[in-house]
């Protein structure tokens, strides 16, 4: 019989063993979060220089749960409170992570449909710019 054939055989074996209960196989424990019983949104914004509404924009919150959190009326739940840890940790991380999910800035909209010009007649251009939400950049 072959290698294959033979460890067919087996890994049949062992799935018979693990539906049995009297398997030896090998498990993965996944260690459960420490989820933070408390976070200082304030403190960590403070730290990274921004006001609510700027923290709020750049990490996904709504500037109402901002505030909210900041003064007290809310706490974050589990899951935010996480996220808020990794953000007071490593802003950069997460910056990095987001960074696919942040829309175009506008001067950077109108350099690629600058460059949608060269390649497209000039008849496109204004429909181009428009459906990107930006101003027409000035003629040379």
């Known amino acids: 019989m072959s290698k294959v054939g033979k460890d067919l055989i087996k890994a049949m ?4 063993e693990h539906t049995r209960g009297a398997s030896n196989a090998r498990r993965v424990y996944v260690a459960p979060v420490q989820v933070p019983t408390t976070v200082d949104v304030a403190a960590i914004r403070h730290g990274l220089n921004l006001t609510q509404a700027e923290f709020a924009a750049r990490f996904g919150f709504s500037k109402g749960n901002v505030r909210n959190w900041e003064q007290g009326h809310r706490g ?13 940790d490593n802003p950069k991380v997460v ?6 999910l942040r829309p175009l800035s506008r001067e950077t909209a109108r350099k690629a449909l600058r460059q949608y010009d060269h390649s497209q007649s000039k008849t496109s251009r204004p429909r181009a710019m428009a459906k990107a939400g930006v101003d027409a950049p000035d003629e040379d």
Do not use: C, F, N, T
């Open 13 to 16: 074996g062992e799935v018979l």
């Open 76 to 88: 974050p739940d589990g899951a935010a409170r996480v996220y808020l840890k990794i953000i007071e």
């Open 95 to 100: 910056d990095k992570a987001l960074a696919k």
